[in-house]
């Protein structure tokens, strides 16, 4: 993603400071959108790296209505993502209905939605049902939108609560070995996502899931083993050893070994040669496996 829009376009990134919202502010500075990015803390490091790169950095979140309204005023399009893993599934459903509420209240041109991948399928998995929920919202709201649907994070393997047992020559997920998944990296997810706000009219009512790779975590470790220098074996375990911890993530594991993500990659690649779409090998490749202790 390398040519500069001859059509910028004003972005309010919802979510700004994390791995989703971050890489879509990134990507759009990099192409020449105006952005501005709501923290909840304008002064963290996060922040400020964003200010540095042309960010407008404003101070909101979803627990007050009137910030996200002077956040939206003036923007021509709103990124919006929501997460279940602070305050759980249904204040992320009302996270969703509270900013479609703001964009409409607004005027705002084009809303692009962060869901996941499936989540349109009746998964039953409570964090999938709830993005579906906000899907449903938009579809009824008549504002013109865009749904952007992710898998899996190639991302996730560079985690705190993956390195640990990667420092020690282990990565266990609750999954068999042999079982492929679709993955994508959040750098793609920015790149994605301004494709789609670039196209805007030509992707209005549209709904996109989309990876870049599909692997088994056997060829994942061998990736990273490669990679890292260092030899990591990959030791499965059943879902039920994490119902006690999460419930939902429980049934999200059972999904990927029985059912899993159905993105159409090639499609995908055709549809928009502008996003880089690099492979786990490829983004792996990239990473500094040393400085986080490997």
Same mark, same amino acid.
């Given at each position: 993603?390398?040519?500069?829009? /001859? ?7 919802? *979510?700004?400071?994390?791995?989703? %919202? %971050? ?8 192409? %020449? ?40 005023? *003036? ?6 993502? =929501? ?23 607004? *005027? ?9 991948? $499936? ?10 049902? /709830? ?19 992710? !898998? ?14 990667? #420092? ?8 068999? +070995? &042999? !079982? ?7 750098? =793609?997810? +920015? ?13 209005? $009512? #549209? ?5 870049? &790779? ?5 060829? !994942? ?5 490669? +990679? $890292?220098?260092? #030899? ?27 059912? @899993?993500?159905?993105? &159409? ?10 996003? $880089? ?12 496996? #040393?400085?986080? @202790?490997?």
């Amino acid at each position: 993603m390398t040519n500069k829009t /001859s059509s910028p376009r004003f972005v309010l990134v919802t *979510g700004a400071t994390g791995q989703q %919202g %971050g890489a879509v502010a990134r990507a759009l500075l990099t192409l %020449g959108h105006r952005v501005r990015g709501l923290t909840r803390n304008t002064d963290s490091q996060a922040s400020q790296a964003l200010a540095d790169l042309g960010a407008e950095m404003v101070t909101g979140d979803f627990t007050h209505r009137d910030s996200l309204a002077a956040a939206a005023s *003036g923007v021509d399009t709103i990124f919006l993502m =929501t997460t279940p893993f602070e305050s759980g599934v249904d204040a992320e459903t009302e996270q969703g209905l509270m900013m479609i509420d703001v964009v409409r209240e607004a *005027g705002v041109g084009h809303l692009v939605f962060s869901s996941v991948a $499936s989540a349109d399928q009746k998964t039953g998995i409570p964090h999938f049902d /709830s993005k579906f929920a906000v899907e449903e919202a938009i579809v009824a709201s008549g504002v013109p939108y865009t749904i952007i649907a992710p !898998v899996y994070f190639m991302d996730n393997a560079m985690a705190p609560w993956m390195l640990d047992g990667l #420092k020690a020559g282990k990565l266990s997920l609750a999954m068999p +070995g &042999d !079982v492929a998944l679709q993955q994508v990296a959040t750098q =793609t997810i +920015g790149e994605f996502a301004t494709a789609i706000i670039e196209r805007r009219e030509t992707v209005f $009512s #549209k709904r996109y899931d989309f990876a870049s &790779d599909e692997l088994n975590m056997e060829d !994942v470790v061998a990736i990273i083993s490669a +990679g $890292s220098g260092n #030899k990591i074996v990959y030791e499965g375990f059943p879902p039920d050893a994490m119902r006690e911890h999460s419930e939902d993530l429980a049934l999200m594991f059972e999904w990927f070994d029985t059912a @899993g993500y159905i993105a &159409d990659i090639d499609g995908l690649k055709a549809e928009f040669p502008d996003v $880089s779409w690099p492979s786990f090998a490829e983004w792996s490749s990239e990473q500094d496996w #040393k400085a986080v @202790g490997l």
